[in-house]
C-alpha cells in the first residue's frame, strides 16, 4: 500500500500544531518538510527551529527534503532537531555518497533526490547505499505546480532496477501529485506520494488519503 506524506508547505504554520494533528488522524503515514536556501532553490521555507518546535508535538516520521546547497553542512543539525528520513539532492554536492554516509550515521533513513532535468541513470552507483529515492515531479522550489509527466519514466526504471539487482530502496515522488497524478506514479512502482497543495486545499484531510491510495 502506498504512503502519503502531506508536504508542510502548503500547511497553514499560524496553527502549525493543529495541523500536524490533522494530518496525523487523516490517515497519512509521513510528514515531508521542505527545507530550502534561497540558493539551490528561489525561494526561501522553513528550517531548524521549526523542525525542532514539531518533533516536541508529534511522533510522525519527519521526512526532511533539503533543497540547499552544501547539504553536508547542515546535515549533522537536521538529523539532531528530530528527521526521520533526511533527502539530499544529486545536484547539490559532489559528494553524493559521503553525504549518504553522513546521514547513515545519525541513524535515520537516507534518501538521494534527483530534479526533472537529471538523468536517473546517474543514481546507478549510489542505489545500493540508500534507503530511499525521491523523484521531483516538478522543478523544486514552489508548491501548486503542474507534474511533469516525462518524470514517469524514471520512476519505472528504478522499480525495474531494484527488482534486477535485489535492492529495496523506496521511491518517493514529490512535486504535482493529486488523484490522478498520483495513480500515475502508483502504476509505475512509487511508493510514498508527496501531496502539498492537493492534500491540504480539502477541508477534510481524510479524503485526499483516501483518493491517493485509490481506496
Ligand atoms: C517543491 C517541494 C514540494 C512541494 C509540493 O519544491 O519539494 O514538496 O511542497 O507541493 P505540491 O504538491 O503543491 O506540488
Ligand atoms: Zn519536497
Request: hydrophobic share 40%; net charge negative.
Amino acid at each position: 500500500m502506498v504512503k502519503i506524506a502531506p508536504s508542510l508547505l502548503a500547511c497553514d504554520f499560524a496553527i502549525l500544531k493543529e495541523e500536524v494533528t490533522s494530518v496525523k488522524e487523516s490517515g497519512a503515514e509521513i510528514l515531508h518538510f521542505d527545507v530550502m536556501d534561497g540558493q539551490f532553490v528561489p525561494n526561501i521555507s522553513i528550517g531548524l527551529p521549526i523542525l525542532e518546535s514539531l518533533r516536541k508535538v508529534t511522533d510522525m516520521t519527519i521526512d526532511t527534503h533539503l533543497m540547499i546547497e552544501n547539504p553536508e553542512q547542515m546535515i549533522d543539525l537536521f538529523c539532531e532537531a528530530g528527521s526521520d528520513m533526511v533527502s539530499v539532492h544529486y545536484e547539490a554536492t559532489n559528494h553524493i555518497h559521503r553525504a549518504i554516509q553522513q546521514i547513515k550515521s545519525h541513524n535515520k533513513l537516507a534518501g538521494v533526490v534527483i530534479n526533472p532535468g537529471t538523468p536517473v541513470e546517474l543514481l546507478s552507483q549510489i542505489l545500493v547505499d540508500v534507503d530511499f529515492v525521491l523523484i521531483m515531479t516538478v522543478n523544486p522550489g514552489f508548491g501548486g505546480q503542474g507534474f511533469i509527466e516525462s518524470t514517469l519514466d524514471k520512476i519505472t526504471w528504478l522499480n525495474q532496477y531494484r527488482k534486477d539487482n535485489n535492492l529495496n530502496y523506496e521511491i518517493e515522488v514529490d512535486g504535482g501529485i493529486n488523484d490522478q497524478t498520483g495513480k500515475l506514479c502508483k502504476d509505475q512502482g512509487a511508493d510514498i506520494l508527496v501531496a502539498g497543495s492537493y492534500y491540504f486545499k480539502h477541508e477534510d484531510y481524510k479524503e485526499p488519503v483516501r483518493k491517493l491510495k485509490g481506496e
